[in-house]
């Protein structure tokens, strides 16, 4: 605890004292607002205190700013405008998707205007030769996804908030989701993008060839970002190749042992055609399939009773959800077949069933990937995403557990996805503000140790934001903090863009051959 404190009190101070010494701001008034309606219009200004609201609230409901701006351009000429206005007049910006993040990296923290991409939301081109779709950045997810399904092609991510977060917000988060075990990061299939830095230049390096070895990738700075470098305009992806043949599976195990089991012999018996590995706890169970209108337990038989579900043993199941994706129906059906075999030789699963459609294989996922909402029904919920190695990804919901065992009211889940390492520990908490502020300190610390112990890292997929931004340090040395700290100056240099997020800038002045 005393190492705890020490370090707030070295990180937390001078990283206030760094935006208070390196930038001031501009509070938007009366000529400002006006300046803005004459770039974008009336309908690209909101200004109404009750619809401002979407735009200053989180999804978690964590982080709420004050501003009182919310622009919203249709074109890249338009951010350039708005852009080079801010930086011209020190206004600060805070560039926003689809809002679905989790670590406050997409709202103000206290006045700045809002950058809604929310209506450059076209798909400009499907190009089914290369197998490329060109974007605008506002473009939600799931409205790609069914523009290019019919071409036989599908995005090479997916995620729960599909029908709301946005490309270029998935883009500058580097989010990964479901398919990452298949198709690996993001920034893999991103081939180009459009990007207006701080002061109204446009960056651009759209182009649809996968290999592209011209100097330095100068991208992939953008990518992961999280807006705090320029904004994301357009985005050129790979697609892949829609499967011809689907298939989903629901297994139960008694142990994660056997979860981690089960996973190994995916990894050997479907290998190329594996494109999913989900995995969830009985608290997880729990809560979706008591708080989601539908949504029940796909292995759960006529038999058995609410008294046999809630036995000690009951209590210990895990669940996976696995999906393969193939060209050839009996090829595939051949190889789940050895799988099953090889599982049930093992004795490392009780219970499971394969899915007879893709009705039922749709139950599966809206019950993996309703486990969230489910919980914000609960009560507040704190958030953690990180990524372990396989055999840590339960020891940290565990420690967590015996942690808080002396609470009450409080309630830990554990679920993610299996195939990358990520886990999504979430705590429930049932109280007042204080008792949640007051148990976040006491247990916040005590994970990102645990986490970076372990060699995982404290942010699998959502960021860093406001959130993870004191934890830094204790995962990136100081000539790295450094360096992002230099390119953001580089860039940015009146510091606008998504102020007091992701970026240490203390470590502009840091002495780097200090103890």
């Known amino acids: 605890m005393a190492m705890a404190t020490m370090w707030r009190c070295t990180v937390a101070r001078p990283l206030a004292q760094a935006w208070r010494r390196l930038a001031t701001y501009r509070s938007s008034n009366e000529e400002v607002e006006t300046s803005f309606v004459q770039m974008l219009g009336e309908t690209g200004v909101v200004r109404d205190p009750c619809e401002l609201r979407k735009y200053n609230r989180d999804w978690t409901g964590r982080y709420v700013g004050t501003s009182r701006l919310a622009l919203r351009p249709k074109t890249t000429e338009e951010v350039q405008r708005v852009l ?24 103000p923290i206290d006045d700045e205007v809002v950058l809604s991409l929310e209506r450059m939301n076209r798909i400009l081109e499907v190009d089914e030769d290369e197998g490329v779709a060109i974007a605008e950045a506002g473009c939600v997810l799931e409205m790609l996804e069914k523009a290019v399904k019919g071409k036989g092609f599908t995005v090479p991510v997916d995620l729960g908030a599909k029908d709301s977060c946005q490309l270029g917000g998935l883009v500058s988060t580097h989010a990964a989701g479901t398919r990452f075990i298949r ?37 992939q700075l953008f990518i ?76 759960l038989r006529p038999e058995d009773t609410e008294n046999d ?54 139950k599966f996922w809206n019950l993996r990937e309703g486990i969230a909402k489910a919980l914000g029904k609960l009560g507040f919920v704190l958030k ?53 502020e007051n148990l976040r300190k006491e247990v916040e610390d005590g994970i990102y140790r645990f986490v970076v112990s372990s060699g995982g890292s404290i942010s699998a997929e959502h960021g860093i934001g406001q959130l993870k931004l004191p934890a830094l340090p204790q995962t990136r040395d100081v000539n790295f903090l450094r360096m992002a700290a230099q390119i953001k100056k580089l860039l940015d240099p009146h510091l606008i863009l998504n102020p007091k997020k992701v970026l240490l800038l203390e470590y502009l002045d840091y002495d780097a051959k200090a103890p």
């Open 84 to 107: 080079r206005f801010c930086h011209e007049n020190r206004i600060a910006v805070v560039p926003q998707g689809g809002n679905t993040g989790l670590v406050g990296g997409g709202v």
């Open 183 to 219: 198709f690996g990061p993001l920034r893999g299939s991103v081939l180009g993008l459009e990007v207006v830095l701080a002061d109204g230049t446009v960056v651009s390096t759209m182009q649809k060839m996968r290999k592209n070895n011209v100097g330095i990738d100068l991208q």
């Open 224 to 299: 992961g970002s999280e807006g705090t470098l320029g904004v994301i305009t357009k985005v050129a992806m790979k697609l892949a190749t829609r499967a011809a043949s689907t298939n989903a599976l629901f297994l139960e195990a008694q142990s994660f042992d056997a979860v981690a089991s089960i996973l190994k012999q995916a990894r050997i018996h479907l290998a190329e055609i594996l494109s999913a590995v989900e995995y969830l706890d009985q608290n997880s169970m729990d809560a979706a399939t008591s708080q989601l209108p539908g949504v029940t337990n796909p292995l």
């Open 309 to 362: 579900h809630s036995t000690t043993d009951r209590r210990k199941s895990f669940f996976v959800l696995l999906e393969t994706s193939g060209s050839n129906a009996d090829h595939d059906f051949a190889k789940l077949e050895a799988f099953l075999d090889a599982l049930y030789e093992k004795g490392v699963v009780s219970r499971g069933i394969l899915a007879r459609d893709s009705a039922q294989a749709a």
């Open 384 to 436: 953690y995403d990180v990524s372990l190695p396989l055999n840590s990804m339960n020891n940290l919901v565990e420690h967590t557990r015996d942690e808080l065992g002396a609470h009450e009211d409080v309630t830990v889940f554990g679920f993610g996805h299996l195939g990358d390492g990520n886990v999504h520990l979430n705590i429930l908490v049932k109280g007042d503000g204080g008792k949640i």
